[in-house]
């Protein structure tokens, strides 16, 4: 008999296998906005030129292919941290702030569930919603997923009340993940004033807040602002932890590429977190790859590479707000005289439609256009060609 007979087929992942129903499909004018990844106007996967001149300059230097270390590139995990903490941060210039490249954004969270399950925490506190994959993340790492109070689905707005409530509910020491800026799914952050009252709050409670920055530079279309509530946490002295992903804002997706990192309360302790994160890593992945941390640092190590970038990514940004703008107005003129405001209220990637499971199947049928269970819509799938067959399609399964 086969070793195998037992398994039984897993069930497809919410958000990939969209693609493959999608795929199946072969209605003409069938739209998926699905899965979190930009596309340009015409729909087409976009690679940022910062990032082709980069593999250019790369390959003429003839680079070797040997193993990095178990924390990755020095130098990148160096320049990401500034990319984030900024330069002038108060721990950066007294180097407590360490870190590892991480295996983008998943490996990361990852590994810092592992670490942290290994040194004593039971649990984690999550927004709900959030982005489907930290559950089972932090589920497989040993902790125990708990969610606090984050969106109304009713306004379609931040629920701020419930927030602080259950925050001001959490044991002391408990880790919680915040969504450093364009939450994911609702597109919804917290402002600058709410982030001050939550770290204020954090810090009376004595939480662990740990980031999770995917999008730095997609919300605002500016990195610096999209750090703002990383950098305000600093400053108010917390010992953060974070992830960072360069998936969406270099649009590097495929290449796996981020950093995990640490606020000590001096070198040494950061040094000594650093060094566990190591003794999670050789034995799971060994070392990570380093093609996207070569990129990543041939761009942020020359100035006018890094301008190019900072255009690119602004670029990126400036047309989804762009389309967020189109849709809210398409769906006005397609006759939906309901309020879609919250649609150019969200940043990031995803406009979180308010639409519920049954309209977004009838929508996937009747109108061939794909988005998750959620209602979330990625707007970097809408474009100038078929943002008013997605509005009609939102407008005939929500009146
Ligand atoms: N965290 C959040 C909130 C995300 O939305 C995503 C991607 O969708 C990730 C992390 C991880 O992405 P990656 O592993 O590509 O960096």
């Given at each position: 008999?086969s070793?195998w ?21 072969d209605?003409?004018?069938k739209?998926?906005?699905g ?12 690679v ?7 593999e ?8 070797d ?7 990755g ?35 990361g ?14 649990h ?10 930290h ?16 969106y ?11 927030m602080?409530?259950d925050?001001?509910?959490m ?5 919680i ?14 402002t600058?004033?709410q ?11 004595g939480l ?5 920055c995917?999008?730095?530079?997609f919300a ?22 974070m ?13 796996r ?16 977190v ?10 799971m ?9 070569r990129?990543v ?5 020359d100035?006018r ?9 602004r ?25 879609w405001?919250?649609i150019?209220?969200?940043i ?8 519920n ?21 990625s707007?970097?799938g ?18």
């Open positions: 008999s070793p007979s037992q398994f039984e087929m897993a069930p497809t992942d919410p958000i990939v296998g969209l693609n493959e129903i999608y795929n199946k499909d209605f003409p004018s739209v998926i906005v899965v979190g990844a930009y596309r340009d106007d015409l729909g087409k996967p976009y940022l030129p910062c990032v082709r001149e980069a250019q300059i790369l390959m003429d230097k003839n680079l292919m040997e193993y990095t270390g178990i924390a590139e020095p130098k990148f995990v160096d320049l990401a941290l500034k990319f984030v903490y900024g330069e002038d941060s108060v721990p950066i210039q007294e180097n407590r702030v360490h870190g590892v490249q991480a295996l983008s954004g998943t490996g969270l990852r590994v810092f569930g592992e670490l942290m399950a290994k040194h004593g925490h039971k984690i506190y999550v927004p709900n919603p959030t982005w489907g994959n559950i089972p993340i932090f589920t497989n790492s040993g902790l125990e997923v708990r969610k606090y109070r984050y109304d689905a009713e306004s379609s707005d931040l629920d701020f009340t419930n602080m409530k925050i001001k509910d044991p002391k020491g408990s880790l993940l915040l969504h450093a800026c364009a939450h994911n799914p609702t597109g919804m952050d917290p600058m004033e982030w001050k009252e939550m770290s204020e709050t954090i810090k009376k409670q662990v807040p740990f980031f999770d995917a999008y730095q530079g605002s279309g500016d990195p610096v602002k999209d750090a703002s509530s990383v950098r305000m946490f600093v400053e108010d002295g917390h010992l953060i932890s992830v960072q992903s360069f998936s969406k804002n270099f649009g590097l997706y495929g290449q590429i981020g950093a995990l990192s640490v606020v000590g309360a001096d070198e040494d302790e950061a040094k000594r650093v060094s566990q994160m190591k003794m999670v890593i050789r034995p992945y060994s070392n990570p790859p380093r093609q996207g941390a990129i640092t041939t761009i942020l190590e100035p590479l890094t301008q190019d970038f900072l255009d690119q990514c670029g990126m940004a400036d047309r989804i707000n762009l389309m967020r703008t189109l849709l809210q107005d398409k769906l006005a003129e397609a006759g939906s005289t309901k309020n405001d919250h150019t209220k969200q990031g990637m995803f406009a979180y439609s308010g639409l499971k049954d309209q977004v199947m009838e929508m996937r049928e009747k109108h061939h256009v794909y988005c998750t269970a959620d209602g979330r819509i707007m970097a809408v474009t100038s060609g078929n943002v008013d067959y997605i509005a009609n399609a939102i407008h005939d399964v929500s009146k």
